[in-house]
């Protein structure tokens, strides 16, 4: 699942995640439809080991061409257990932007 864009870096603040192409994180960059498979493609293969399970981030989406589609997606690390399996979980927030912190969800 790649788009042609290589995110090779995160930081998480407050629940909030941004990626970045370089490979030490120095700056965020903006996720749009261009892009956003790569930052999927990212999350599955970061966030898919037992430590992650159950954890949220959330991101901003951009569609710079149907500005409507633009959000906030929240990311929820399913796993597998001895009983049980859980799937990934992504959720568009659509509408919802500046977010600063992952709790502020609750309030949607």
């Given at each position: 699942m790649s788009d042609g864009v290589t995110l090779r870096s995160?930081?998480?603040v407050d629940g909030v995640i941004q990626f970045d192409n370089a490979n030490s994180f120095s700056a965020g960059v903006s996720?749009?439809?261009t892009n956003l498979k790569s930052a999927l493609d990212y999350l599955s293969k970061?966030?898919?080991?037992?430590n992650?399970?159950?954890?949220s981030v959330i991101f901003e989406y951009t569609n710079?061409?149907?500005?409507?589609?633009?959000?906030?997606?929240?990311?929820?690390?399913?796993?597998?257990?001895?009983?049980?399996?859980?799937?990934d979980t992504l959720v568009l927030l659509q509408g919802i932007t500046g977010l600063t912190d992952a709790s502020l969800i609750a309030i949607v």
């Open positions: 995160h930081r998480v996720i749009n439809q970061n966030f898919n080991k037992s992650h399970w159950g954890d710079t061409v149907n500005p409507v589609l633009s959000g906030t997606f929240v990311y929820t690390e399913g796993g597998t257990s001895a009983t049980t399996s859980i799937k």
